[in-house]
């Protein structure tokens, strides 16, 4: 019923962005795997064909509810949710059952191709993702989400300390961290890792953070009100998520070795100098221009630093990568 245009169509001569098809999966198996509880806003498409709206009464409240009818061989061209109606039909085909399920669809008259192509641009045009976080803290079906987020609240070291909305902290911020950066981080350090139920992993995560500080000076002078949250982020770089993300896999490789004695293993980890000052040790690793860069290039090597530190062997390809920043290649 729902019609978009054909990709051969030059982008000035269509109505709607091609559809991205590598997007279609993901969508498809949200239907699937939640077919009771799945949520999408309503489609928005243009009407190309006679339309005639019937009131239920001559005023009032009834004066604007009715029936509309619409032309037997009108067309339907979406402005918006074109990938949505594309999942639903691939859904359908793998669950027939769904095919009694409805979507509310928003139409309008459609007044040729530049008020189509203007309808797109402007139900785009201010439409924003929410931030990392804050679609972690109203995530309830990942029970990693959950894991992180129940730590964060039990945890003493990061209740209160945590970000919970956004992905990014202001200067005069008094949070340390942010909850995606942690989210990040625990996923870095259960990579694989097994255990009995979930309550379990919760608590080796929250042991191995809880040591972690331990050797984290400033982490406890914020939590002494000794220090500012924003003092540690401006002149240090152990609260960014690049370092939480580097101290995740390199506890991931303890876990995989079946070590869970953290005070002993990150006994060291006090003697790195993580001030952003230490130029000489932080430049290319984890600093470009002075600029703390979260790339996966810039965690693999601050992770390797972490490591050697400890005296924990690199993977072959961590050894490749520690190789040539050492030569000086840092691409």
């Keep these: 019923m729902f019609q978009y245009d054909e990709e051969e169509l030059k982008p000035e001569l269509r109505a709607q962005r091609i559809l991205n098809k590598s997007r279609l999966p993901e969508l498809r198996n949200y239907i699937l795997e939640n077919p009771d509880s799945y949520v999408f806003?309503?489609?928005?498409?243009?009407?190309?064909?006679?339309?005639?709206?019937?009131?239920?009464?001559?005023?009032?409240?009834?004066?604007?509810?009715?029936?509309?009818?619409?032309?037997?061989?009108?067309?339907?061209?979406?402005?918006?949710?074109?990938?949505?109606?594309?999942?639903?039909?691939?859904?359908?085909?793998?669950?027939?059952?769904?095919?009694?399920?409805?979507?509310?669809?928003?139409?309008?008259?459609?007044?040729?191709?530049?008020?189509?192509?203007?309808?797109?641009?402007?139900?785009?045009?201010?439409?924003?993702?929410?931030?990392?976080?804050?679609?972690?803290?109203?995530?309830?079906?990942?029970?990693?989400?959950?894991?992180?987020?129940?730590?964060?609240?039990?945890?003493?070291?990061?209740?209160?300390?945590?970000?919970?909305?956004?992905?990014?902290?202001?200067?005069?911020?008094?949070?340390?961290?942010?909850?995606?950066?942690?989210?990040t981080a625990t996923g870095a350090l259960l990579r694989d890792v097994e255990a009995d139920d979930d309550n379990a992993l919760c608590d080796l995560a929250q042991g191995y953070w809880e040591a972690v500080a331990e050797q984290m000076l400033e982490w406890n002078l914020v939590r002494d009100s000794k220090l500012t949250a924003g003092e540690v982020r401006r002149d240090f770089i152990h609260s960014h998520g690049i370092a939480l993300h580097a101290l995740g896999k390199a506890g991931n490789t303890l876990l995989s070795a079946g070590i869970t004695d953290f005070e002993k293993s990150l006994a060291d980890l006090g003697t790195i100098d993580w001030s952003r000052a230490n130029a000489p040790t932080w430049e290319g690793r984890a600093l470009i221009g002075g600029r703390v860069s979260k790339s996966t290039h810039n965690v693999i090597l601050t992770a390797n630093l972490i490591k050697q530190r400890l005296g924990i062997a690199l993977t072959s390809e961590e050894q490749r990568v520690e190789d040539a920043f050492q030569r000086g290649d840092n691409k």
């Design 41 to 183: 806003s309503a489609l928005t498409a243009s009407v190309d064909g006679d339309l005639k709206f019937d009131p239920q009464g001559a005023e009032g409240p009834g004066f604007s509810l009715g029936t509309l009818h619409i032309d037997f061989n009108a067309r339907f061209i979406i402005n918006d949710g074109q990938h949505r109606r594309a999942a639903i039909e691939l859904a359908l085909q793998e669950n027939p059952d769904i095919a009694n399920e409805t979507i509310s669809v928003v139409l309008y008259m459609d007044k040729g191709l530049e008020r189509c192509q203007q309808m797109f641009a402007d139900l785009n045009r201010h439409a924003i993702r929410p931030s990392a976080s804050l679609g972690l803290l109203y995530e309830h079906r990942d029970s990693r989400a959950q894991l992180t987020k129940s730590m964060v609240l039990s945890s003493p070291i990061f209740r209160d300390f945590v970000e919970m909305e956004k992905s990014s902290l202001a200067q005069r911020s008094r949070k340390l961290f942010t909850l995606s950066a942690v989210h």
